[in-house]
């Protein structure tokens, strides 16, 4: 593999995906799916992709169709695997979340926003760090809204709605886009 190993999750959303054995377009990235169980409970893994046939395709199309992350062979501005049959018909990913809009606190319950994205390791899946603002809604521009990044180290445990983090680790978070 020859790319870069750490991700945002933004940065994949609305990736193409091209195979490379006959060019041929699996359809976008709509969705990364995370095993919040793996990772030795540091956050976990992003396992799976989603892919839809355009960004816009969840409101008019199918089910998603599902690739494991292992099956990426290099990044750039497409996505590009060996072939068709990366597409997975026997995966359910209703084990898993995307993380987005979990709500984050600390350990004697203060909220400290939702979860906006995530950066992770592009070889491993596991997690490096969260990004959260006060709302968990990616689509609102990173020019607009306040977020942080705390590092995985930083979560004390998770669950399908909720991460909790140590008290305090929202002073040592790397505060990223300013509100304008």
Sequence with gaps: ?????????SDMIGTQVITRSTGRRLGVVSQLWV???RG???GGEVVALGLRDNILSKVVSGPEQIMLLSSIRQIGDVILVDDDS????????????????????TESGEGLGRVRGFKFDVVSGKLQ???????????????????????????????????????????????????Y
């Design 1 to 9: 593999m020859s790319f870069e190993q750490s991700r945002l999750r």
């Design 35 to 37: 095993d919040i169980d």
């Design 40 to 42: 030795g409970g540091e």
């Design 86 to 105: 990366v597409i997975e018909d026997d995966i359910s990913v209703g084990n898993y979340t995307n993380l987005v809009k979990s709500e984050v606190i």
């Design 129 to 179: 760090s969260i990004v959260i603002a006060a709302m968990g809604l990616p689509q609102i521009p990173d020019q607009v809204i306040s977020s942080y990044e705390l590092p995985v180290e930083e979560i004390v445990s998770t669950g399908p709605d909720r991460i909790i983090v140590f008290e305090g680790s929202e002073e040592s978070s790397n505060k990223s886009a300013l509100v």
